[in-house]
Nanobody, 122 residues
Framework: VQLQASGGGLVQTGGSLRLSCGAS????????MAWFRRAPGKSRKFVAV????????NYVDSVKGRFTISRDNAKTTAYLQMNSLKAEDTAVYYC????????????????WGQGTQVTVSS
């Protein structure tokens, strides 16, 4: 099983980025897909999750209205559209696959991507 996160980069405050998480070696449509992030000096925190069908989503309060999680099961890829980025969104972002819904803690996710750095400059 492999999850490959991409799309991170350096962006100014108020800008946008779209993260992608491609999956292989797993029955993608069975798994709920989530994004977590780890800011410098902090632990990995939940950001958003989309259900296996794509019909339901869940977000941490701090990103509601700014971030949108989605998936394309035909392409075995999950996305995180991030708009109105703030300095506090700076972190390494990780995608994860799990079977429990809705799950906001890392121990509920069996598979993880390698992380992609998002840096928001003011």
């Amino acid at each position: 099983v492999q999850l490959q996160a991409s799309g991170g980069g350096l962006v100014q405050t108020g800008g946008s980025l779209r993260l992608s998480c491609g999956a292989s070696g797993v029955d993608f449509s069975r798994y709920h897909m989530a994004w977590f992030r780890r800011a410098p000096g902090k632990s990995r925190k939940f950001v958003a999750v989309v259900s296996s069908s794509g019909g339901s989503t869940n977000y941490v309060d701090s990103v509601k209205g700014r971030f949108t999680i989605s998936r394309d099961n035909a392409k075995t890829t999950a996305y995180l559209q991030m708009n109105s980025l703030k300095a506090e969104d700076t972190a390494v972002y990780y995608c994860a696959a799990g079977l429990r819904w809705p799950a906001h803690t890392t121990n509920n996710y069996a598979y993880w991507g390698q992380g992609t750095q998002v840096t928001v400059s003011s």
